[in-house]
Nanobody
Framework: VQLVESGGGLVQAGGSLRLSCAAS????????IGWVRQAPGKEREVVSC????????YYPESVWGRFTISRDNAENTVYLQMNRVKSEDSGVYYC??????????????????WGQGTQVIVSS
């Protein structure tokens, strides 16, 4: 399993950023996949998950209405559109999967496969 994130960078508060994750080494369209962020001094947080068919998505309250996860199964890629970003959105964002169909357990933060992460810095 290989997950490669891109798209991070510096963004002003209130702005937007789109992260991408290219996946390989598994049957992408059979599994849910998500995004997890880690900020210094804070607990790791799952910020989104999407089911294989796009029918189910998961967001915690901290990003609800601002972040949108999507996937392109033909391109084996998952995206995270981040809008109206806040300083507390800063951190390293990882693409990750449990290699399960459902997003039900993603809130636990226990995921089996991770990318190398991409840094997001929100300036105020």
């Amino acid at each position: 399993v290989q997950l490669v994130e891109s798209g991070g960078g510096l963004v002003q508060a209130g702005g937007s950023l789109r992260l991408s994750c290219a996946a390989s080494g598994f049957t992408f369209d059979e599994y849910a996949i998500g995004w997890v962020r880690q900020a210094p001094g804070k607990e790791r947080e799952v910020v989104s998950c999407i089911s294989p068919s796009d029918s189910t998505t998961y967001y915690p309250e901290s990003v609800w209405g601002r972040f949108t996860i999507s996937r392109d199964n033909a391109e084996n890629t998952v995206y995270l559109q981040m809008n109206r970003v806040k300083s507390e959105d800063s951190g390293v964002y990882y693409c990750a999967t449990q290699l399960r169909y459902s997003c039900n357990d993603y809130g636990s933060g226990i995921l089996d496969y991770w990318g190398q992460g991409t840094q997001v810095i929100v300036s105020s």
